[in-house]
């Protein structure tokens, strides 16, 4: 057993869709959450801006001595290297590579469409580890960037009119491509997956990166010997910004409103 | 008459709607843009840190030895005080300033509607100016917080279904309000002008905080006797960001292709 928390980070919140799954399989582990607010969107960055952003970001979580860290973030999860994980010195998974496997293994046809930011579906990251994992795999990779900003202003309703009618722009291409597996590959598409799967049909199974990178550390804990023997987990919310409008926001991805205050972060006491 | 370029800066991109109307003004001029695209959205940042990014822009301008400086972006005109201003050296207004001054003219009730992102709505200072200048006017202000997202992604139509839904929903208020002058608080909102104009009614009139910023540019520096005697004036532009998505996203804003290649600036040069 190990009692010391894990660690998941993202560029903001949308991360803590990551975090509600984390809780819902592990109640009694501690989590210890960061999202770096004020220096999100991460999409415009360099790559070497990210990769510094993530070892900062890590060695945060690390000063809460944490047992093990989840990158909530699929730019991020799309940038770090081998080395990079290596040199953690602790068990590490991004959502990216989690969802990746889940879809190689959740699909019949061969076939994975992959949805997710602009930056995400540039970066090839899914169609990278997807064709590492079952070669004869074909990939089909659209952005969906309103999907974010529809999300973070609450239009999220199954039924609301603009998100349906933005979706069902974004996913046409589907209706040739014909997946019979869909990557929800952004932290916040999980909020509209009903829109999202009522417009892709019963026929096509969605992953939820979140989920996925949930059960591996599940997996990952059990295996170690590495659980947390308390019945009931605490959470913590770090952020770099503001806190004031947290609560609202962070209440519409867990689903709940906050057990506890958010604290917060200077982004100064990050840099390396 | 003199010859140095005029400095404008914003945020990220959407201040290029303020430049258009310069350049459209003052053929004659030598323009300056730059847009801190690296740090982008300032929305979510302190007080403290936005008057620091301020003079960071501005020194970077002033290094360019221009003559007037125009902050293109409300969250910014929102917040630099007089004592700010006044230790610039040099002639300098925001677009919040410029527009609550026309809107004050404009309107023949005294009400004056505003619509902006939430950090602008929430400062107040579109109130605060109008209030200054005009005791008896009355101020009806909405955050429409999806209309960047939709601008920046090309829904900008004038019978974009998405839109225009997004912006009757948004515009509802006003329906009791009744203002008969509305201010565009945010420079993406130019581009949806028809959108907007077509919901609030032919009653409404329109006010573009860039093109009052270039009226009050060409005015001071006509009644200064600082203008360009030059016939074509060039434009340079720079952003702090990566550039390769600029060309695309800066033609929406400037309705053409680009006279020339964007510049890179490094954030880490900027810092005081």
């Given at each position: 057993?190990?009692n010391?928390p894990?660690?998941?980070?993202?560029?903001?919140?949308g991360?803590l869709?990551?975090?509600k799954?984390?809780?819902?399989?592990?109640?009694?582990?501690?989590?210890?959450?960061?999202?770096?607010t004020?220096?999100?969107?991460?999409?415009?960055?360099?790559?070497?801006t990210?990769?510094?952003f993530?070892?900062?970001?890590?060695?945060?979580?690390?000063?809460?001595n944490?047992?093990?860290?989840?990158?909530?973030?699929?730019?991020i999860?799309s940038?770090?290297?081998?080395?990079?994980?290596?040199?953690?010195?602790?068990?590490?998974?991004?959502?990216?590579?989690?969802?990746?496997?889940?879809?190689?293994?959740?699909?019949?046809?061969g076939?994975?469409?992959?949805?997710?930011t602009?930056?995400?579906?540039?970066?090839?990251?899914?169609?990278?580890?997807?064709?590492?994992?079952?070669?004869?795999?074909?990939v089909?990779?659209?952005?969906?960037?309103?999907?974010v900003?529809?999300?973070e202003?609450?239009?999220?309703?199954?039924?609301?009119?603009?998100?349906?009618?933005?979706?069902?722009?974004y996913?046409?291409?589907?209706?040739?491509e014909?997946?019979?597996?869909?990557?929800?590959?952004?932290?916040?598409?999980?909020?509209?997956?009903p829109?999202?799967?009522?417009?892709?049909?019963d026929?096509?199974?969605?992953?939820?990166p979140?989920?996925?990178?949930?059960r591996?550390?599940?997996?990952?804990?059990a295996?170690?010997?590495?659980?947390?023997?308390?019945?009931?987990?605490?959470?913590?919310y770090?952020?770099?910004a503001d806190?004031?409008d947290?609560?609202?926001?962070?209440?519409?991805?867990?689903?709940?409103?906050l057990?506890?205050e958010v604290?917060?972060v200077?982004?100064?006491?990050?840099?390396?």
């Open positions: 057993m190990d010391r894990i660690g998941i980070f993202d560029s903001g919140l991360g869709t990551a975090l799954e984390l809780r819902s399989l592990m109640p009694g582990e501690d989590l210890v959450y960061f999202g770096d004020g220096r999100v969107p991460y999409g415009a960055r360099s790559v070497e990210l990769r510094r993530a070892m900062e970001n890590i060695r945060f979580l690390k000063s809460h944490v047992k093990m860290i989840v990158a909530a973030c699929g730019t999860s940038i770090m290297t081998d080395e990079m994980e290596q040199a953690l010195d602790l068990p590490f998974t991004g959502v990216v590579k989690a969802a990746a496997k889940a879809a190689c293994r959740a699909t019949k046809t076939r994975i469409g992959v949805i997710g602009s930056a995400t579906v540039q970066s090839g990251s899914y169609a990278r580890i997807i064709g590492a994992e079952r070669a004869d795999a074909q089909f990779a659209h952005p969906c960037p309103l999907f900003p529809l999300v202003n609450g239009y999220i309703d199954r039924d609301n009119e603009v998100t349906n009618l933005v979706a069902k722009d996913l046409t291409p589907f209706e040739e014909q997946p019979d597996t869909l990557i929800l590959g952004c932290t916040h598409y999980p909020l509209i997956a829109t999202i799967g009522k417009i892709m049909g026929g096509v199974t969605l992953i939820d979140g989920r996925e990178a949930a591996f550390v599940k997996e990952y804990l295996a170690h010997q590495m659980e947390n023997e308390n019945k009931q987990g605490s959470t913590r770090f952020v770099s806190t004031q947290f609560d609202a926001i962070a209440a519409r991805f867990l689903g709940h409103r057990e506890r604290e917060h200077e982004v100064d006491s990050l840099t390396l």
